[in-house]
C-alpha cells in the first residue's frame, strides 16, 4: 500500500495519512471479495425483518447450503422477539442464552459436514400445553407456574431431533381450554393485526410468534380449533391432521381420537416439512399412524382439473358472522380458476354438538378430575364445567355418543366418496375484542355455551378428516379471516396440495400485521 505522507505531532504520536484516492481502494478491494461470494453479498444486505420473514423451507435450505449461518438466523430472530413481544405476549418463556449456543453448535455440525435433520439450524416455538425438558411449562395454570418437566413431550422430541432449536413457550389458554389466549399466569396475548382483538387460541401464542416474524415454525395442538381458530385469526395456517398422525406422549387418553397435535406456519409448504419431521408411528401411542412422516416431503404442486369440491357456507344452517360468509363466498371463483368443480353441499352433521360435548367433558374428566379435587379454586370457571360435565356423564350417554360419533363419521366418509373435499369456514366470527373472554351471541342468534361459537370447527374434529386454516382475506377493518379445506380420512397431503394451489393463487399470507 503506497503512503503519501507521514506527520508527526507534538506528543510523538506516529500518524498515517493517505491519498484520497485510500477509500475507492478499499471499497474495490471489498467490492472484489463480494464479488467472488454472491451469496455472502446477498445475504449482507439482507436485514433483520427479511430474514425473520423467509418461509421456513427456504430458511433452512440456505442455513444448509452455508448461505446464512444458524447464529444470523437466531439473531435475527431473537432481535425481532425483544422488538415485538412486549406489544403482544405471545412468548411467556424466552431462552435466547440457550438458543445462541444451539446455533453454535449447529453451525460446528455443518462446517464438520456432519449428517443434520430436516430442520436444522431453524428456530422454534413450542406451545406451553408440551412438555419441554428443563424448560418451565405452566400450561397456562398457576398450579403450575413453576413446573420444570424431565422429559420432552413427543413432538419437542421430534422437532429437536430435526435440529430445530427452542427459541421459548408460547402462551395458551389455561389447560388449552377455550379458543381465547389468556391465563392467570401470563395474560392476554394480542392479535397483531389489531391489539384490541383476540388471537384466538388455544394455540393463540403459536399464531401469534408466527405473524410477526418471532419464529418461523410453531407447534400446537386441537380438540375443537385450537391449531385452525388461531390461524384464521392471525393470518397463519394451521393443520389438524388426522388422529394418529402425530402420536400424541405423554398422555393419559392416547386411545381417544379427539385432540391432535400439528404443525403451524406461515405458509402451506412450511406445514409440510414441518409434518413431515412430526409425523410417524411410536409403539407408545396404540392409535398411531404407520406411515412415515417422510412422506411429506414430495411436492405439492397438483392439477386440480375436474377435482370435486362440496361448499359450505355454514355446515347446515350454523350462525355465520355476515363479514365472514362474504369473505368465504369471495373465494369461490379462485377454486374455480384452479379447475375445481364446486357443489353447494355439506354432510349431515345431526348430533355432531352434543357427541363433541359428551367426548369433550369424557376426556377433561380423564385428565383433570384430580386436579379439581385438589385444587379447585385454582382452575377457571369454564374449565370446571367442561370437568364437571365429563363427571356427570352416565353409562348410557356415552354408550350413545359412541354410537353417534361412528355415524357421523360413516355420514362423512360417503359425501367424501361423491366429493375430494369439503370447504366452509374456519370461525365463525372474525376477530373480537380481546377483554371479551368468549363470543355469547352470533348473527342475532345467543350462544349456550363457551365454547357454541366454534361448531364450525369442532363439527370436523367429530369426523376425524383432516382439516387446515388457509388465509383468504380481510374484512373491511382489516381483521383476518380464514378459510377451512377439509380432506378424505387421512389424506393429509391432498389437503396440504390443494391449499398450497389456492395460496399461490392468492398470496394473503404476505400481508403482514400493521403493527410491524
Known amino acids: 500500500m503506497h503512503l503519501s505522507e507521514v506527520s508527526y505531532y507534538k506528543d510523538c504520536t506516529l500518524v498515517w495519512s493517505y491519498h484520497v484516492d485510500f477509500d475507492i481502494l478499499i471499497a474495490t478491494l471489498i467490492s472484489d471479495t463480494l464479488m467472488e461470494n454472491e451469496t455472502i453479498r446477498e445475504i449482507n444486505l439482507m436485514n433483520n425483518s427479511e430474514i425473520c420473514f423467509l418461509p421456513a423451507t427456504e430458511l433452512v435450505a440456505k442455513i444448509h447450503s452455508r448461505e446464512i449461518s444458524p447464529r444470523e438466523v437466531m439473531e435475527a430472530h431473537l432481535e425481532q422477539v425483544e422488538a415485538v413481544n412486549p406489544k403482544v405476549n405471545a412468548i411467556v418463556t424466552f431462552l435466547p442464552d ?69 427459541i421459548g413457550k408460547t402462551n395458551t389458554p389455561e389447560f388449552g381450554a377455550g379458543s381465547q389466549t389468556y391465563n392467570e399466569v401470563f395474560g392476554e396475548t394480542l392479535n397483531p393485526y389489531d391489539i384490541t382483538k383476540t388471537c384466538g387460541g388455544s394455540s393463540g401464542g403459536a399464531a401469534v410468534a408466527l405473524a410477526t416474524g418471532m419464529s418461523p415454525l410453531a407447534d400446537g395442538s386441537d380438540i375443537g380449533g385450537s391449531l385452525r381458530n388461531p390461524a384464521s385469526f392471525c393470518n397463519v395456517v394451521g393443520l389438524r391432521v388426522s388422529p394418529g398422525r402425530v402420536p400424541s406422549w ?37 392409535i398411531s399412524i404407520p406411515e412415515s ?83 379447585r379454586d385454582s382452575i377457571k370457571e369454564t374449565l370446571i364445567w367442561d370437568i364437571e360435565q365429563g363427571l356427570g356423564l352416565s353409562e348410557k350417554q356415552i354408550r350413545w355418543a359412541e354410537t353417534k360419533r361412528m355415524e357421523i363419521f360413516q355420514r362423512m366418509h360417503d359425501f367424501m366418496e361423491t366429493h375430494d373435499f369439503l370447504i366452509c369456514p374456519v370461525s365463525q366470527v372474525p376477530p373480537f375484542d380481546v377483554s371479551t373472554r368468549y363470543i355469547t351471541e352470533i348473527d342475532g342468534q345467543a350462544m349456550e355455551t363457551y365454547i357454541d361459537w366454534m361448531k364450525s370447527c369442532y363439527y370436523v374434529s367429530i369426523t376425524g378428516h383432516p382439516a387446515i386454516s388457509v388465509p383468504c382475506g380481510f374484512t373491511e377493518d382489516g381483521l383476518p379471516i380464514g378459510i377451512q379445506i377439509i380432506g378424505r380420512y387421512r389424506d393429509e397431503i391432498g389437503v ?13 399470507w404476505k400481508i403482514r400485521p400493521p403493527m410491524l
Request: charged share 20%; net charge negative; with cysteine.
Open 98 to 166: 440457550q438458543a445462541l449456543e444451539m446455533a453454535d453448535l449447529a453451525y460446528k455440525k455443518l462446517s464438520r459436514g456432519d449428517e443434520v435433520g430436516l430442520l436444522h439450524g431453524l428456530p422454534i416455538v413450542h406451545k406451553d400445553l408440551f412438555p419441554t425438558k428443563g424448560i418451565r411449562t405452566t400450561y397456562g395454570s398457576p398450579i403450575y407456574t413453576n413446573n420444570i418437566p424431565t422429559e420432552n413431550a413427543l413432538i419437542v422430541q421430534r422437532l429437536h431431533n430435526e435440529g430445530a432449536i427452542p
Open 250 to 286: 405423554p398422555s393419559n387418553t392416547s386411545w381417544m381420537p379427539m385432540s391432535v397435535q400439528g404443525p403451524m406456519a406461515r405458509t402451506v409448504a412450511d406445514a409440510a416439512l414441518m409434518l413431515s419431521a412430526i409425523a410417524g408411528p411410536d409403539s407408545r401411542v396404540p
Open 293 to 375: 412422516g417422510k412422506s411429506f416431503l414430495e411436492p405439492l404442486d397438483r392439477n386440480f382439473q375436474g377435482v370435486r369440491i362440496g361448499w359450505s357456507q355454514n355446515l347446515g344452517g350454523l350462525p355465520i358472522d355476515p363479514r365472514v360468509v362474504t369473505i368465504i363466498n369471495s373465494q369461490h371463483k379462485i377454486f374455480e380458476s384452479i379447475g375445481c368443480l364446486i357443489n353447494d353441499s355439506e354432510p349431515d352433521f345431526t348430533d355432531a354438538d352434543e357427541v363433541f360435548k359428551i367426548w369433550r367433558g369424557f376426556g377433561s374428566a380423564i385428565a383433570y378430575a384430580e386436579l379439581l379435587q385438589t385444587h
Open 496 to 508: 396440504l396440495q390443494l391449499a398450497h394451489a389456492f395460496e399461490q393463487a392468492t398470496s394473503y
